[in-house]
């Protein structure tokens, strides 16, 4: 089978090849299990240019065709600033022309489209306007009520299936009457993989990693840093960050008063990397206000690494942290609620890692990546018979 795969911006900033958001992770890692499996993938994404680079988890072997970029990104692409809003029309008719000329000329099978409710309606209004194979959109949240509903509600019937990797999408598209098909998919970073045969610390290390915003929750975890940090001077209270235009306050006043409060911002200094963080954690704090993807992989990658994570009781944060067992739900936004969890996991060490080994476990069995090619082509299968 030929397939087609839109992705928006998949390209990033030089030297972040690495670092690269789960919306894209996610069908980049598909894409290699299908072509393993022996169908002709292809990437369509947005041009990029000079001082971007695409991802190492992009499978070399994949051709990569590049289209007009149809939204304004704002200061997103820099990491300066938030998304911008709007799309500009002209570009708008660009990208259209050319995701179907591509799609004509390479007579793709299906058309699979991966990203959130924008992307979904470029995918149904491409059908609108005949492209010439059927459209698959992946959501990896849902976004509603949406502002122009009257035609978005067109798009969206116009697609030929919608999939999701979590219950909680599949729920909330339920919710608006959209059928959603569930599939099945595994976790692309592994920290102990990456970390190899180095040398690993002593567990005695608090990891919250991510970018220091409200929204991720960076200003609950300072308060629970603030208050716990004299309480256990023997563990090292750390923060693993990129840079952000809106960095929550507090971070280095915390690491100048605490001598066992460490910030590490990432491009990380020789001798330290995010899985030697991670492997010397005793557990990981990840509690945020807003999931930007279902499931969010920063939790699920701490728990593949067999460390015990405290997450927000929100979304798909349920369908990943087994609570009590594999680590600890919160109330969401509720700092006292963080803290009390984490002093717990504190007092009782050897329990807790006995949870990071659960945790690992447990990912294994409930998230990998055996059933996605049956799964997804299950889905390919149907629609083109249908359209």
Known sequence: MKIGNFISVVAGEEGFENNVSGHIQVPLEGMACLRKAGHDVHLITNEYGEGRSLPNCLDAGIPV???TDSRNRGGILTRAGDQGRGTRLGDLRRQVSQIKRICREQQFDVLHLHGYNRTAHLGGGLRLLGLPCPAVCTVFAAYFPERFPIVTRRLWKRLDAVLAGTDCVVEHFAQEGIKVDRFRHGIIRDPLREHGDQPVGPKN??????????????????????TLAPKYPEINFDFAIRPHWNQVPGI???????EN??????PYPDGITLPGLLLESVCVLQPMRHLSINPQLVIAESL????????SDLDSNRELVRDGETGRLVRTGDAED????????????????????AARRDMATRWNWSHLVEDLVQVYERVRKSS
């Open 205 to 226: 290390r608090v990891l919250f990693w991510r970018d220091p915003s409200v929204e991720n929750g960076a200003d609950l975890t300072v308060a629970a840093y603030r």
């Open 252 to 258: 280095e006043e915390l690491e100048a008063d605490f």
């Open 261 to 266: 409060v460490h910030v590490h911002r990432f």
């Open 65 to 67: 065709h590049q289209v």
């Open 338 to 357: 963080l803290t009390d969890a984490l002093d717990s996991l504190l007092a009782d060490p050897e329990g807790t890692l006995r949870m990071g080994e």
């Open 304 to 311: 593949v690494a067999g460390i015990a994570t405290v997450a």
